[in-house]
C-alpha cells in the first residue's frame, strides 16, 4: 500500500550529490560573513551586558536588583505586563478569527487598525494619551475631582490619574502591544481556511466545541509565539511609557526608564545589571520556544516510529 | 433518505452561483453533479449540506431543501444529519486519526454519547473499512493523499450520516490512486447505500462511479439522467461537448445537405475511415496525423471541403489493416450524428434513416446506412 512507501520515504534521505554543492570557498566565505555578522551584532552586545553587570562583582549585581527603586521598577513592569499581555491575547484571537474566517465590511480597515500601533512612533502614542488624558487633554478636566455633569458621584468625588501614573502606562503598553499576536494570527488562520471549523459544524459540534477543539489547537504554536513576542515588547517597551510616565521613582518607573535613569547618573554597573533582566527574559523566551518546538517534533517522529514498527512485523 | 432541492438562487455579489435550481435525488442513490468550474455544483451542494444558505434566506419564496419530505432549509448543518467530505480533506490537523474519526462522536449532546469503549470500537471498525488499520496513532500530514482522503470519509461515515456529500473527492489525487479510490467507493456505497451526492469536474468519473449524473452548466442543470442516457442523447450542445469527446462540424456544404446554418456532432469513435474511392458521396478527408499508442489509435483528419479538423478513434487492428500515413486522401463515414435544431436534441442515425425525417430538406445520401 502508498502507505509504506511514504513511510519509508520519511526515513531515508538520499546524501547530497557532490555536483549539486556550492565550491568550498563560497560555502566558507558566506558561513564567515553570517557568523561574523551574528557576532558584531548580537553576540557581543549580549555578552557587554553581562560583563558590564558582573564588573564589580555578583555583590554589587544583586545589590543593584534588591534597590527599593529597581523592586518597585520590576513590579510595575510586571503589573503592566500581566495585564496588556492577557487583553491583548484575547483581543488578538478574536480580531484574527474574525478578519480570517468570515467576510464583513470593513474588514481592511480593521487590519489598518490592528497595524496601527507599529506604524505610528511609540512617543507619539505616548503623546496621545497624554493629549486625551492628561490635565489639560480632552478628557482630562472630567477626571480630577469636582462636579461634573456627565459622571456619577463615585466619579466626581475621586481625583483619577491617568498620566503620570500606573493607568497610563497600562494603557500605553497594551496601546503599543496591541497588533502582536493578531499579526502572528491573522496570516496563519488565512491559510489554514475554515474547511477544518466547516467539517466540525458538519460532525455536529456547537460553534464553541469547533473553537476549543479545532480552531485554538490549530494556532496553538502561532499564539504561543505572538504571545512571547507581546510579553517581550510590553516589559521593554521605552517610548510611549516613557512620556505617560513622569519617571516619578519608586512609584511610576518601569524597567527600561530605571536602566536610563541609572545610565543617566552615571551608575552603568547598575544600568546594566538591570538591563540584564531584560536580556535574560528575552533569552530564556528563546529557549522555551525552542523547546515547545523540540518537543513537538519528537511527539510526531515518535508516532510515524511506532507505525514503522506495525509494518515490520 | 431523498434529497430535494427547490428553486435554488445563490449570488456571490455580482456572480450568480445558481439560478432557480430544482433537483432531486433518490434515496440510497449515488449522484454526480457534473459541470466545468464556476458551473455552481459545489455551492449547490453546500447548500444541501448546510454550510451555505440560498439567497434571500427567511423569505418565503427563497430555495428550500428536504430531506425526505422534511424542509431542513433552516437547519445547522450539524443536526441535518450530512457526512461532508471536503475538496482538500479538511482533516483535523492537530488531531491522529483515530481522534479525527472519533470527533464526530465526542461532541454531541452529552447524553447521546457513546461511551469511550464504544467509541474506539467503532473507530476500530472504520479504520478496516477504509482499510487503514494500524495507523490509528498516525497525524493526517504522516499519510498519502489517498488515504488521507478515506480517513475523511470514515470520519463523515463515524456519525452515521443519513446523506454523504462529497466535494470532488477525488480531484487532488493522482490518476491511479484516483481509479482505486473510485472503484472502492463504489464498492462501499453498494455495502453502505447511504443516499451520497458528489461534485466532479472530470465526465469520466461521474460516468463511471454514479448512478445518475447532474449536468450543470451556468448556474444551471443541463440534464438529469443515468449515465448512458446523458452520454448517448445529450439535451444540449454543452452536454455533448462537454462529456467525451467530440467533432463539431459545420454542416452547410455539398453532401452534408442541410437547409439552415447548423452544426453536427461526431464523436470520435463514431467516425469510419475507408480506404475506397468507390463512393463519391462519401466525405473526402486527408489524414494529418495518426496516434497508434494505446488500444485504439487516434487519427486526426482534414475535410476535403472546408479544411475543418476532426478526429477519429479507430481499433487498433482496423487501424492496422487500413495502414494509414500521414497526407493520405480517405473517404470517411459517420455512424452517429447528432443535431439541436432550435437547441433541442435530435438524433441522427444513419442507419435508421433518422436523419431524414428529423432534418427537414435534407435527403439522405443514397445508399442510406452508408454514408452522409
Same mark, same amino acid.
Given at each position: ?313 | ?68 419530505? *422534511?424542509? +431542513?432549509?433552516?437547519?445547522? !448543518?450539524?443536526?441535518?444529519? $450530512? /457526512?461532508?467530505?471536503?475538496?482538500? #480533506? ?121 448512478? *445518475?449524473? +447532474?449536468?450543470?452548466?451556468? !448556474?444551471?442543470?443541463?440534464? $438529469? /439522467?443515468?449515465?448512458?442516457?446523458? #452520454? ?134 443514397? /445508399? ?5
Amino acid at each position: 500500500m502508498a502507505g509504506n512507501v511514504s513511510t519509508l520515504a520519511y526515513v531515508a534521505q538520499p546524501r547530497q550529490r557532490r555536483s549539486l554543492r556550492d565550491p568550498r570557498w563560497v560555502r566558507g566565505a558566506l558561513i564567515g560573513a553570517a557568523l561574523l555578522f551574528v557576532t558584531l551584532f548580537l553576540v557581543v552586545p549580549l555578552a557587554v551586558v553581562f560583563t558590564e553587570a558582573l564588573r564589580k562583582g555578583p555583590g554589587a549585581y544583586f545589590a543593584a536588583l534588591a534597590d527599593r527603586d529597581a523592586l518597585a521598577a520590576i513590579r510595575l513592569t510586571l503589573l503592566a505586563a500581566s495585564i496588556a499581555v492577557p487583553l491583548n491575547l484575547i483581543f488578538g484571537l478574536a480580531a484574527s478569527w474574525a478578519i480570517a474566517k468570515f467576510e464583513f465590511r470593513g474588514k481592511a480597515l480593521l487590519i489598518a487598525l490592528i497595524e496601527l500601533p507599529f506604524a505610528v512612533s511609540p512617543v507619539i502614542s505616548g503623546l496621545v494619551y497624554v493629549l486625551l488624558f492628561g490635565a489639560q487633554g480632552w478628557f482630562g478636566p472630567y477626571l480630577g475631582a469636582g462636579d461634573h455633569r456627565w459622571l456619577g458621584p463615585w466619579a466626581n468625588a475621586h481625583d483619577i490619574q491617568i498620566i503620570f501614573a500606573v493607568p497610563g502606562i497600562v494603557l500605553a503598553t497594551v496601546f503599543v502591544t496591541f497588533p502582536f499576536v493578531a499579526r502572528e494570527l491573522i496570516p496563519l488562520m488565512q491559510a489554514q481556511g475554515r474547511d477544518e471549523e466547516l467539517a466540525a459544524l458538519t460532525l455536529g459540534a456547537t460553534g464553541w466545541q469547533t473553537f476549543r477543539r479545532v480552531t485554538l489547537p490549530n494556532v496553538k504554536w502561532g499564539l504561543f509565539y505572538g504571545v512571547v513576542l507581546c510579553n517581550a515588547r510590553a516589559m521593554g517597551e521605552f517610548g510611549a511609557v516613557s512620556v505617560v510616565s513622569g519617571h516619578i521613582r519608586g512609584e511610576t518607573n518601569t524597567i527600561p526608564l530605571h536602566v536610563e535613569i541609572l545610565y543617566n547618573e552615571y551608575n552603568l554597573q547598575a544600568a546594566f545589571a538591570v538591563a540584564s533582566l531584560l536580556t535574560l527574559l528575552a533569552l530564556v523566551t528563546l529557549v522555551l520556544k525552542n523547546l515547545v518546538e523540540l518537543r513537538h517534533r519528537r511527539a510526531r517522529e515518535a508516532a510515524a516510529a511506532s507505525d514503522l514498527r506495525q509494518f515490520a512485523t | 433518505m431523498s434529497i430535494e432541492a427547490r428553486n435554488i438562487s445563490k449570488h456571490f455579489g455580482a456572480f450568480t452561483a445558481l439560478d432557480g435550481v430544482d433537483l432531486k435525488v433518490g434515496t440510497g442513490r449515488l449522484t454526480a453533479l457534473l459541470g466545468p468550474s464556476g458551473s455552481g455544483k459545489t455551492t449547490l451542494l453546500r447548500i444541501i449540506a448546510g454550510l451555505e444558505f440560498p439567497d434571500a434566506r427567511g423569505d418565503p419564496t427563497a430555495g428550500r431543501v428536504f430531506f425526505h419530505g *422534511e424542509d +431542513v432549509s433552516d437547519m445547522a !448543518a450539524g443536526r441535518r444529519g $450530512v /457526512g461532508f467530505v471536503f475538496q482538500h #480533506y479538511a482533516l483535523f490537523r492537530h488531531m491522529t486519526v483515530f481522534d479525527n474519526i472519533a470527533f464526530g462522536l465526542t461532541v454531541g449532546p452529552r447524553k447521546n454519547r457513546l461511551p469511550r469503549a464504544a467509541i474506539a470500537d467503532r473507530v476500530r471498525e472504520l479504520l478496516g473499512l477504509i482499510q487503514l488499520d494500524g495507523l490509528g496513532r498516525r497525524l493526517p500530514d504522516q499519510l498519502s493523499g489517498g488515504q488521507r482522503q478515506r480517513v475523511a470519509l470514515a470520519r463523515a461515515l463515524a456519525v452515521q450520516p443519513k446523506v454523504l456529500l462529497l466535494d470532488e473527492p477525488f480531484g487532488a489525487l493522482d490518476a491511479q490512486v484516483r481509479k482505486d479510490l473510485r472503484r472502492w467507493l463504489r464498492q462501499l456505497h453498494e455495502k453502505l447505500h447511504v443516499t451520497t451526492v458528489f461534485v466532479t469536474h472530470d465526465q469520466e468519473e461521474a460516468l463511471e462511479l454514479a448512478d *445518475e449524473v +447532474v449536468v450543470m452548466n451556468q !448556474a444551471r442543470i443541463q440534464q $438529469v /439522467g443515468p449515465p448512458q442516457e446523458v #452520454y448517448d442523447r445529450p439535451a444540449s450542445p454543452f452536454v455533448i461537448e462537454f462529456l467525451g469527446n467530440v467533432n463539431r462540424l459545420a454542416a452547410g456544404d455539398g453532401r452534408l445537405r442541410p437547409t439552415d446554418q447548423s452544426v453536427l456532432y461526431v464523436r470520435p469513435h463514431d467516425v469510419d475511415i475507408q480506404r475506397d474511392h468507390a463512393d463519391d458521396h462519401a466525405l473526402r478527408a486527408r489524414i494529418l496525423h495518426v496516434f497508434s499508442a494505446g488500444n485504439y489509435g487516434r487519427v486526426s483528419l482534414q475535410r476535403a471541403d472546408n479544411g475543418e479538423h476532426f478526429e477519429a478513434e479507430v481499433a487498433r487492428d482496423r487501424l492496422h489493416d487500413l495502414g494509414l500515413k500521414q497526407g493520405d486522401e480517405v473517404s470517411v463515414v459517420f455512424r452517429h450524428v447528432r443535431m439541436f435544431p432550435q437547441g433541442k436534441f435530435a438524433e441522427a442515425d444513419v442507419s435508421d434513416g433518422l436523419l431524414a425525417t428529423t432534418r427537414p430538406g435534407y435527403t439522405p445520401a443514397h /445508399g442510406a446506412g452508408e454514408n452522409i
